[in-house]
């Protein structure tokens, strides 16, 4: 986990010294010199607010879809239906890449932000997992009734090490495919 805040810390670190061209794909068009005097702080106030309103909406948003579609992907299917159990490597490859895509997608497509913030939702979201799914009457019933390889939700059968690098990668796609999505819709549609 430290290795890929490493690599974000070193991609935020690169993006800051050298500020790439503005591509008109991926970044919004400049808004208009606002008319008010340089002095109204107020206008400041508002789209610093607004802007961190979006990044709370955005994580927010990023942890409850890809906690959701983790649940819907990461799953065995040869298993009982009442409790997930442990999935296979190449079903949790898939499931929290196509998570974490679908997640970065709705941020890129609706929010128009990048693929940083669903990635740094895949630390929160065991963090969620564990308040909504761990209490201590759902342990206790697990750890009598139930063998090692079954969880209370199949968030909890991948280790963190894979939802953090998978997180990343899938948020990238997503974000990507937003892109894609959004310059098919502008040429291709006539």
Excluded: C
């Excluded at 990461?74 to 159990?85: C, D, E, G, K, T």
């Excluded at 997608?105 to 308040?131: C, D, E, G, M, T």
């Excluded at 206790?140 to 963190?160: C, D, G, L, R, T």
């Amino acid at each position: 986990m430290l290795l890929v805040a490493a690599g974000f810390a070193g991609f935020l670190l690169a993006q800051r010294l050298r500020q790439a061209p503005r591509n008109p794909l991926l970044d919004p068009e400049p808004q208009p010199a606002s008319k008010e005097p340089v002095g109204n702080e107020s206008s400041s106030r508002r789209q610093a607010t607004n802007f961190y309103t979006n990044l709370s909406i955005a994580l927010l948003i990023s942890v409850v879809i890809s906690l959701f579609f983790v649940g819907v992907f990461v799953q065995n299917l040869a298993m009982s239906r009442n409790v997930p159990a442990q999935a296979a490597v190449g079903q949790i490859l898939f499931g929290v890449t196509g998570a974490f895509a679908v997640a970065a997608f709705v941020v890129k497509r609706f929010l128009n932000l990048s693929y940083i913030l669903p990635a740094v939702a895949s630390i929160f979201v065991v963090a969620v997992a564990q308040v909504l799914h761990y209490r201590g009457e759902t342990i206790q019933k697990f750890a009598e009734a139930y063998p090692a390889p079954f969880f209370p939700h199949s968030v909890f059968a991948i280790v963190p090490v894979q939802l953090v690098a998978l997180g990343a990668l899938g948020s990238v796609l997503g974000f990507w495919m937003a892109v894609r999505y959004d310059w098919w819709k502008k040429h291709e549609t006539v």
